[in-house]
């Protein structure tokens, strides 16, 4: 089984940055796909950002050109880097393992809060 586990969550005030972090076991990470999900108070979770097996990313229109996500096979992580934080950022950020259609696995979630 695949667990995973977010880190990096916190409070920030609007303009600033966080890194986020997602540590993975029980699987060959190389393997997975990974994104980042978030889901704001009140609203549906919604996907934030993708990195492919061979690294390649994409990312949802709303944090284009200030969120970067990128991983490291050797160290069975995924990251990604926020900058220019904004107050609708504000949401629980879990990190997603994709492996197939039959092959999706969910970390607990990490609190990032963003002040105006």
């Known amino acids: 089984q695949v667990h995973l586990v977010e880190s990096g969550g916190g409070l920030v005030q609007s303009g600033g940055s966080l890194r986020l972090s997602c540590a993975a076991s029980?699987?060959?990470?190389?393997?997975?796909?990974m994104n980042w999900y978030r889901q704001a108070p009140g609203k549906q979770r919604e996907w934030v950002a993708r990195?492919?097996?061979?690294?390649?990313?994409n990312y949802a229109g709303s944090v284009k050109g200030r969120f970067t996500i990128s991983r490291d096979n050797a160290k069975n992580t995924m990251s990604m880097q926020m900058n220019n934080l904004k107050p609708e950022d504000t949401a629980v950020y879990y990190c997603?393992?994709?492996?197939?259609?039959?092959?999706?696995?969910w970390g607990q979630g990490t609190q990032v809060t963003v002040s105006s």
């Open positions: 997603n393992a994709d492996g197939g259609p039959t092959d999706h696995y």
């Open positions: 029980g699987t060959i990470f190389s393997r997975l796909a």
């Open positions: 990195v492919s097996t061979e690294g390649s990313t």
